[in-house]
T-cell receptor
Framework: GENVEQHPSTLSVQEGDSAVIKCTYS??????FPWYKQELGKRPQLIID?????GEKKDQRIAVTLNKTAKHFSLHITETQPEDSAVYFC???????????FGKGTRLSVIA | DTGVSQNPRHKITKRGQNVTFRCDPI?????LYWYRQTLGQGPEFLTY????????KSRLLSDRFSAERPKGSFSTLEIQRTEQGDSAMYLC??????????FGPGTRLLVL
């Protein structure tokens, strides 16, 4: 089955700096890679996703890149703000056929 | 509120008791997923439904756990003879077949 590894487990950045979180997956058939943000005591919320037919996707300050050959994908947050502080989870699946398999999460702290 | 809802939000029970949780998905979503999340971990897949059919169950799901979605709308997750190791956040998510999953707020279970 699919296995997703996520690094780092914790990340501290100064406000305004960029943050990068990396994930690797094991199943080459996986074709869907969402990222969720979870604030303390709240539900995971989708922030961006990418499908395997594209290599990069951007939404304002957030971008995701995918390298299918190396089986890794990354989340990039630019111009970080204190409200970006949360736990971020990556996940992988075969869209429509398998459930999401999540990484263990990255706790991001943005220091003002 | 058109999002995924879950009830109850919190449940405290004594070891050996049975508990039941309910999930109401987004109305047009035919897929419904149950996940379990423990502190410091990503959500772990338990089971999912397409309409009323249960399509897959995780090997993590012991025979004390049962889930139903009788009319293809809301779902219930029952845990019989609860154990302290069952203490976790139980998350429900819904989607259409080829779209992303949206999570509910979760039910936090504490087994004493």
């Amino acid at each position: 089955g699919e296995n997703v590894e996520q690094h780092p487990s914790t990340l501290s950045v100064q406000e305004g700096d960029s943050a990068v979180i990396k994930c690797t997956y094991s199943d080459s058939a996986s074709n869907y890679f969402p990222w969720y943000k979870q604030e303390l005591g709240k539900r995971p919320q989708l922030i961006i996703d990418i499908r395997s037919n594209v290599g990069e996707k951007k939404d304002q300050r957030i971008a995701v890149t995918l390298n299918k050959t190396a089986k890794h994908f990354s989340l990039h947050i630019t111009e970080t703000q204190p409200e970006d502080s949360a736990v971020y989870f990556c996940a992988a699946s075969i869209l429509g056929n398998t459930p999401l398999v999540f990484g263990k999460g990255t706790r991001l702290s943005v220091i003002a | 509120d058109t999002g995924v809802s879950q009830n109850p939000r919190h449940k405290i029970t004594k070891r050996g008791q049975n508990v039941t949780f309910r999930c109401d998905p987004i109305s047009e979503h035919n897929r419904l997923y149950w996940y379990r999340q423990t502190l410091g971990q990503g959500p772990e897949f338990l089971t999912y439904f397409q309409n009323e059919a249960q399509l897959e169950k995780s090997r993590l799901l012991s025979d004390r756990f049962s889930a139903e979605r009788p009319k293809g709308s809301f779902s219930t997750l029952e845990i019989q003879r609860t154990e302290q190791g069952d203490s976790a956040m139980y998350l429900c998510a819904s989607s259409t077949r080829l779209e992303t999953q949206y999570f509910g707020p979760g039910t936090r279970l504490l087994v004493l």
